[in-house]
């Protein structure tokens, strides 16, 4: 958080199954195990293009949601499916040993091209659905904290453990 390339809108690719991208996206999946995330975003790899990687784990994904494969979205569109919304800690390879609960539409379709050249479109909700709009967000400028309704809720991860742990013990 605070290089440039993270607060500017990235720009489209021209040509989703060129080499290059198809480099960019394994880099960015090797990026994502390492760090042991469940997404990230281009301009997160210092790469201004709309790029997003991402997959849902089963353990993930809870009870009743979807477990969803490695994907690269290329140039992706996110539609709001209905009113619902849900709300749920974040974070962020980018704002590293921080969380803070956001609130995100529950229910969304997406659509994007794949590295093959073909088109994925999708409909997702809870923690899928959530995944795709904070990644997808990276590609507009928009790191989690400044979708938060209340700032002051954000901490870090260490310390907001140990405070419920303290909580439980008192
Ligand atoms: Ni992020």
Known sequence: MGHPVLWRPAGPVTDPAAAEIRRLAADMIETMDDAGGTGLAA??????LRVVV??????RAGEGGQAVPTTVLIN?????LGDETE?????CLSVPGLTGPV???????????GLDGS???REARGFHARVV???CDHLDG????????????????EELRRAAQQGETA
């Open 43 to 48: 301009p997160q790899v210092h790469v201004a």
């Open 103 to 113: 609130t995100r539409p529950a229910h969304i379709g997406y659509s994007g091209w």
């Open 133 to 135: 709009q904070h990644e």
């Open 87 to 91: 709300t749920a800690w974040e974070g």
């Open 142 to 157: 928009i790191l989690y904290p400044a979708r938060m309704a209340d700032v002051s809720a954000l901490g870090f991860v």
């Open 76 to 80: 992706p569109g996110i539609v709001v």
């Open 54 to 59: 991402f997959r849902v784990g089963a353990a």
């Open 119 to 121: 088109w994925i479109e």
